[in-house]
């Protein structure tokens, strides 16, 4: 099968997915059959983005005169190849696991339409990759935005998920509008709409043209991705959807406004190698510490579990923007080699938040699935219930952490050795800004392992704190099979990086990496001297036969002993309840303590005493929050200007007739006077 | 013998180093600090009696607590053996191991081991052992970056997080030893070292709540388990004073022999370099007083900023005092 049949096989698989979610019953047997269309197209998907990626031949379609004024082009090549890739991966391990998540949607008769929007989105996603002309592009944008706003509001009885959605509504529309913008100032510039030509002639833009379609593309498409501060739609949509859009929406669908960004900074800006344009870099940089910083924070403090993760989401992209932006530093200064480091380390972060971050959300909607709540203050103690889960959760906890021999590791060195590299850059204002931003980057990954320490510590381990957990079981064997093929590829893309580092290089048509997977990576500067290197299948090998050899050891040392299992000392009191355990609040509560100027935590105590005696208290309520600055200050402060500005206009409404003939009056004098100058000119 | 077996046997050398010698420089430490308490104090050897105690003793696990609780001890040692083969200890050229990891690779080794911990911790169930993973889990993200940092600031200098590229730069080189960037390279980490092996001003080890952190975490171990928790945090602050001593502070006097004569001599003045710093560390932790609980996290952000202030002083003063 050539590489277009099977495109259209894609997408014909996709629409029949959603047209027979729409006309399916609502039994157990259709929803299985349903899922099976979007399974199977998405293992198409991955091997056909694999098959461009490895053959580097792109797929080219254009289809002429679809509607009068735009042609219906469509390009795939290595960048899009490598994004469809990511969104192959995750869809067919989604795909998998909503056959058993959406039995929890059954009793609410709504599965057909969430398999509907389910095939619409992902189809809609790999559309808008493909598009090759901004038209289709921004209509294909439209539709990814829309059918993932209806999928937020899936669970309408709530009336937070109806905020979460308009939030996200209004937000992704700012973004689009700045994108819009940008293609327009293309457009302007070349006639034409199509991607080809702004790809052809924007090396000849006017320097300030060029910046404005980066500076709009970077609005719009970090709108998308959830940069700070535009971010604040993501924890909320995130949230809301359910648990398998989520796994779709945070790994995939924000990589869109990634793949956004770098199309319109490599491909349509007329970027090129001139100190000219480190500012961009320079921009997305500071951007991207900032997001890191601010994303961790507030995941680190969050007790809603969905919504931590979608903090952690941030937090991710802040890292592939700083990856992204070191590689436009780079080459605007010609330091080829370390520009091609600092892609690598972001594509390499892309691909890898994409799996732990669909992993991760997978085993979050199992949990709230079983036990019916997100707050992990009344979780705790899963992993005896749900030993699969808790094991497939603690990859992806590790691996997010950045912590060996799993993917989060390989791709965060990159970033730190990308970052280490800024010494070579010919600016000291350069270089000090750089070293600035590797501080917050270095306190996130610290910031990041106490966060998911926290998550899988207070969600699977410790004393159960929920009366619903005592009678839950492990969710149906789809779901775990569904997150065991993400949980794989963690570890494979964590003890193999060369699998990583050749598929990013030939889809970007970079220099290759060593040749055979047990050779180490090394990092070679631009004079061919390797100064860094890790090698991670050996690193994993040595892990496992030195653990082994340990057990050994302790063995011959100790001889054999006895094993005892007991309950823990309880201080004479008779039985310790889960009332007297530790919570996540007061798990993170040193963190909140440290950083308290920026979260302005709000402790509120309210004490009953019996009688007099203060001291002798009946109950003690406290309330602790924290503040969402960007939400109370920046954004309160956006809208009450707003009302403040309408509140005026609608003064002009007056109700009155005489007042509405005055306005025509005033118009129609304005018009004819226009008119007259106009033509005296 | 051939140049490869030697370098196989030095191999070896340096992981039994770590991991026979870390016991001793504990008992050193104890043994210092109750005679300039004035008393008679513990002999030397007395980790090792413990530890060799310990490990026939039985092991009680927590009712409820999954097996989490037991792998991780194992998982920590490894850590720390797979780290004992990368760095600098015996030899100031890389052994066949060392391309294995770099200084960042190391440092992010250092996390796993640190982390698994802590989940284990949250596993023993008990309040105490929460509250030590609550206190280690908010240090270990402020003591994590500066470590990052550090060597960060190390690679920009040299060119390489490579430590033996490290070494040899700053044993050979005066302009670069008295470099700004250098010596404030060496405070933060010599902060670091105090807070990571739970040293006053930071931690007073012992089993008094306010202040307790490594211990807590380890409270619910026994036996065996309690004997590799031990033996890895040894291990821990041996390779951490190590690193310090024969990459940053003292990277002389090691033989550069490819000979197994030659790696005993550096195992013998990296103890007489080992026994100088465990002098240092007994002088401040019985002259200073405890920190209060929080104020452990100022003292990891001064160690924070030290290490960035070294990296902008590399940019601003320029590199080394002479060059």
Same mark, same amino acid.
């Given at each position: 099968m050539d590489s277009f049949t099977l495109f259209q096989d894609v997408v014909l698989l996709y629409v029949t997915g959603a047209v027979l979610g729409l006309f399916s019953r609502n039994t157990c047997l259709t929803r299985t059959l349903t899922f099976v269309p979007s399974v199977v197209a998405s293992a198409l998907l991955v091997v056909f983005s694999s098959s461009v990626i490895m053959s580097g031949k792109s797929l080219q379609i254009v289809a002429p005169g679809v509607l009068s004024f735009f042609n219906f082009e469509i390009l795939i090549d290595g960048i899009s190849a490598f994004f469809i890739l990511i969104i192959g991966i995750i869809s067919f391990a989604v795909s998998l696991y909503s056959i058993g998540y959406s039995k929890e949607y059954e009793i609410k008769k709504r599965t057909p339409t969430l398999v509907f929007l389910f095939n619409i989105f992902i189809l809609s996603m790999v559309l808008v990759v493909a598009s090759n002309n901004a038209f289709f592009f921004l209509v294909f944008w439209e539709l990814m935005s829309l059918v993932s706003f209806l999928l937020v509001i @899936?669970?309408?009885?709530k009336e937070e998920n109806l905020r979460s959605g308009i939030t996200y509504l209004i937000m992704t529309h700012f973004g689009t509008a700045f994108i819009f913008a940008s293609f327009l100032l293309g457009y302007i510039q070349t006639? #034409? %709409?199509s991607f080809d030509s702004f790809r052809h002639s924007?090396?000849? %833009?006017p320097l300030f043209v060029k910046n404005l379609v980066f500076i709009f593309a970077f609005i719009g498409f970090g709108t998308k991705a959830g940069m700070? /501060?535009?971010?604040?739609?993501l924890p909320k949509a995130h949230s809301s959807a359910p648990s398998n859009i989520s796994a779709l929406m945070s790994p995939v669908m924000i990589k869109i406004g990634i793949y956004g960004m770098i199309r319109t900074i490599f491909? %349509?800006?007329? =970027?090129? !190698? #001139?100190?000219? =344009?480190a500012w961009w870099g320079m921009l997305l940089i500071v951007f991207g510490s900032a997001s890191a910083i601010i994303g961790v924070l507030y995941a680190v403090v969050e007790r809603d579990i969905k919504r931590a993760l979608a903090f952690s989401s941030i937090e991710n992209i802040g890292i592939i923007l700083i990856g992204l932006g070191l590689s436009i530093v780079f080459t605007s200064f010609q330091l080829t080699a370390f520009a091609i480091l600092a892609l690598v380390a972001s594509m390499y972060h892309t691909i890898n938040h994409a799996v732990f971050k669909g992993l991760l959300f997978m085993g979050a909607g199992s949990v709230v699935s079983v036990?019916?709540? *997100?707050?992990i203050e009344h979780l705790g103690g899963l992993v005896k219930q749900m030993p699969w889960t808790s094991l497939l959760f603690l990859i992806g906890a590790i691996s997010i952490s950045g912590l060996?021999? =799993?993917?989060g590791f390989i791709s965060e060195w990159f970033t730190l050795q990308s970052l280490l590299s800024s010494?070579? !850059?010919?600016s000291t204002i350069l270089q000090i800004s750089i070293a600035f931003a590797s501080l917050p980057f270095a306190l996130t990954i610290g910031i990041a392992a106490a966060t998911f320490v926290k998550l899988f510590g207070m969600t699977f381990l410790s004393?159960?704190?929920? *009366?619903?957990? !005592?009678?839950i079981k492990e969710v149906s064997r789809s779901m775990i099979l569904g997150m065991s093929i993400l949980a794989a590829t963690c570890v494979l893309f964590g003890i193999m990086p060369y699998l990583g580092t050749s598929l990013i290089s030939t889809a970007f048509h970079l220099p290759s990496?060593?040749?055979?997977? =047990?050779?180490s990576i090394s990092i070679q500067n631009s004079s061919g001297k390797s100064f860094a290197n890790i090698s991670m299948p050996v690193v994993v090998i040595m892990l496992l036969s030195v653990s082994i050899a340990i057990f050994g050891f302790i063995r011959v040392l100790g001889g054999t002993t006895k094993k005892t299992t007991y309950g823990t000392w309880d201080c004479g009191f008779g039985s310790l309840t889960e009332r007297m355990e530790y919570t996540p609040t007061s798990f993170s509560q040193p963190i909140r303590a440290v950083f308290k100027v920026f979260f302005k935590p709000h402790n509120h105590t309210e004490k009953e005493s019996f009688?007099?005696? /203060? @001291?002798?208290?009946?109950t003690v309520k406290i309330e602790t929050m924290v503040k969402n600055v960007f939400e109370e200050i920046l954004y309160e402060s956006i809208i009450s200007s707003f009302v403040f500005f309408f509140d005026k206009v609608r003064?002009?409404?007056?109700? *009155?007739i005489n007042a509405y003939l005055l306005y025509i009056m005033i118009t129609l004098v304005l018009l004819l006077l226009f008119v007259r100058l106009s033509n005296n000119a | 013998m051939n140049n490869e077996q030697t370098l196989q046997i030095i191999n070896i050398i340096q992981v039994g180093t770590v991991m026979f010698l870390s016991p001793l420089i504990a008992g050193i430490i104890n043994r210092l600090k109750a005679m300039i308490e004035s008393k008679h104090g513990p002999s030397i050897f007395q980790p090792y009696y413990d530890l060799s105690k310990l490990l026939k003793k039985e092991v009680v696990v927590p009712e409820r607590s999954s097996s989490i609780f037991i792998i991780a001890p194992f998982i920590s040692f490894t850590a720390y053996l797979v780290i004992s083969l990368v760095v600098p200890i015996v030899t100031p050229y890389p052994l066949p191991?060392?391309? +294995? +990891?770099?200084l960042l690779g190391g440092a992010l080794m250092f996390g796993l081991a640190g982390i698994v911990s802590i989940i284990a911790a949250i596993d023993a169930r008990t309040n105490y052992s929460a509250m030590g993973a609550s206190r280690s889990a908010s240090f270990t993200a402020l003591a994590e970056p500066t470590l990052i940092m550090i060597f960060i600031a190390v690679a920009m200098i040299?060119?390489?997080?490579?430590p033996y590229v490290t070494n040899n730069l700053l044993s050979g080189s005066a302009s670069w030893y008295l470099s700004s960037t250098h010596v404030l390279v060496m405070v933060a980490f010599f902060m670091l070292i105090l807070v990571e092996t739970g040293r006053l001003p930071v931690e007073s080890s012992g +089993? $008094?709540?306010?202040g307790m952190i490594d211990d807590a975490k380890i409270i619910e171990y026994s036996g065996k388990l309690l004997a590799l928790s031990r033996w890895g945090g040894y291990m821990k602050q041996f390779l951490l004073m190590s690193i310090f001593l024969? $990459?940053? $502070?003292?990277?002389?006097?090691?033989?550069?022999? $490819?000979s197994v004569t030659g790696a005993l001599y550096s195992v013998g003045t990296l103890f007489l370099k080992l026994l100088v710093l465990v002098g240092v560390v007994v002088i401040i932790e019985e002259t200073f007083a405890k920190l209060r609980l929080f104020k452990i996290l100022d003292f990891l952000a001064i160690a924070f900023s030290l290490a960035l202030l070294s990296v902008l002083s590399l940019f601003l003063v320029g590199k080394g005092i002479t060059n």
């Open positions: @899936y669970d309408h009885d006639g #034409s %709409f924007s090396t000849g %833009f700070v /501060p535009l971010h604040v739609w491909d %349509f800006s007329g =970027f090129g !190698i #001139s100190p000219d =344009f036990t019916h709540t *997100k707050n060996p021999p =799993f993917n010494y070579h !850059i010919p004393k159960t704190r929920n *009366k619903h957990a !005592i009678n990496q060593p040749p055979s997977p =047990f050779v009688g007099e005696n /203060p @001291y002798l208290l009946k003064r002009l409404q007056t109700g *009155k | 191991y060392g391309i +294995l +990891l770099d040299t060119g390489t997080d490579n +089993l $008094v709540e306010f024969n $990459v940053f $502070v003292i990277p002389w006097w090691m033989s550069g022999d $490819v």
